[in-house]
């Protein structure tokens, strides 16, 4: 029996947008996208998870670094995981190259059946086509007593925040105003949240809620 | 010369809307808007500020309490203001009473010219047809070497990040999902801003950004 929690982190713009309009393959987190996470991408443990040296240490460090801590599983969308709509084209194996950061099962919600992909460092993704309540309680049971994380995007913490499956929403809200794109909090329901830390630098601002 | 600041401070939702659907007389704020200020109506300084009795110490009376320090004059919209849109109903006096809670002069930014109304405790509101710039100089003018409080709504804190004319916003993002209404940064442009403090309870969290 699963007794970890359900969590989510996301980086969120000051104008509430997770990504910047028209996004493409060659920028698929819309334009302006990318600034979002500039202040995970020059912390220390950003980078160590992504094999590269350097990188700051401070508050947004320990915040990413007690992130990945306790984990046992993620969930992510379709569009996160990339590859397009549709059938998939089975060369895609996600947007991580051979050894993803998440060394960890991975569970990816999608209409359209996958067999499981095992990548190097201890990354599987799962392929799960019948819908997120399924797929998180697949990625609790795999998790055991670790937490499960939902990774994004938009639509699955919707989804999630919708169905109430969610325990702990972590945002990171980066100071800057993408002007259109995908809103976080589109048809997310009307769930009780509560904010239990908050924390931050010139870079982001931090905030964790309790959900339900 | 005035050499205050012009700060603004506005409660916002977690999703990013400072009033809720279907504003009306009766529910100025829109529905469930009320919710967003119970974080305030809660605290000592509030409370004082509009002749009530007791209210909770802590953070967030701390927040208020500083919110009005050195404060020299307002800048409001005329939705903020209230008396409905088009030519003055001269019986409207503001949502406030006699004697409103602001104790200084207000300039309100409206399409239509009326005299200044001097009402009880120092406020006098002065209303400003000849555009945003013209209210916030206005103000600076009055207020010296005070700051100038852009007090809402969201349009006129719209114009003012759209003109460059903000030096400080203050947010106090409330816990509840409105699910819709008034965004506040819609057509805001893109002012550059970056978060200096950050403070917070489990009823809100303030962030409070340099502008520009």
Same mark, same amino acid.
């Given at each position: ?70 984990? =046992? /599983? ?8 990339? +590859?397009?709509? #549709? @059938?998939?084209? !089975? ?61 994004? =995007? /938009? ?8 169905? +109430?499956?969610? #325990? @702990?929403?972590? !945002? ?41």
């Amino acid at each position: 029996m699963p007794i970890g929690a359900v969590r989510c982190q996301i980086t969120v713009s000051l104008d509430g947008f997770v990504a910047g309009p028209q996004p493409s393959v060659e920028e698929p987190l819309g334009v302006g996208g990318m600034a979002l996470h500039e202040w995970a991408f020059a912390t220390r443990a950003w980078r160590e998870q992504h094999g590269q040296d350097g990188g700051e240490d401070g508050v947004d460090n320990e915040v990413v670094t007690r992130t990945t801590e306790g984990l =046992g /599983a993620y969930v992510m969308g379709r569009r996160m995981f990339g +590859g397009g709509e #549709g @059938e998939w084209d !089975l060369s895609w194996k996600g947007w991580w190259g051979e050894e993803p950061p998440f060394h960890l099962p991975v569970f990816v919600l999608t209409h359209h059946a996958r067999e499981p992909l095992e990548m190097a460092g201890g990354t599987t993704f799962t392929f799960v086509t019948d819908g997120i309540e399924s797929a998180v309680a697949r990625a609790r049971e795999t998790a055991g007593e670790g937490d499960v994380m939902v990774a994004g =995007g /938009a639509s699955a913490v919707q989804q999630c925040l919708a169905a +109430g499956l969610l #325990g @702990e929403l972590q !945002l990171h809200i980066a100071p800057v105003l993408l002007g259109g794109g995908t809103r976080l909090f589109e048809d997310a329901g009307s769930p009780r949240v509560k904010p239990v830390e908050v924390s931050g630098s010139p870079a982001v601002t931090h905030i964790t809620y309790r959900v339900g």
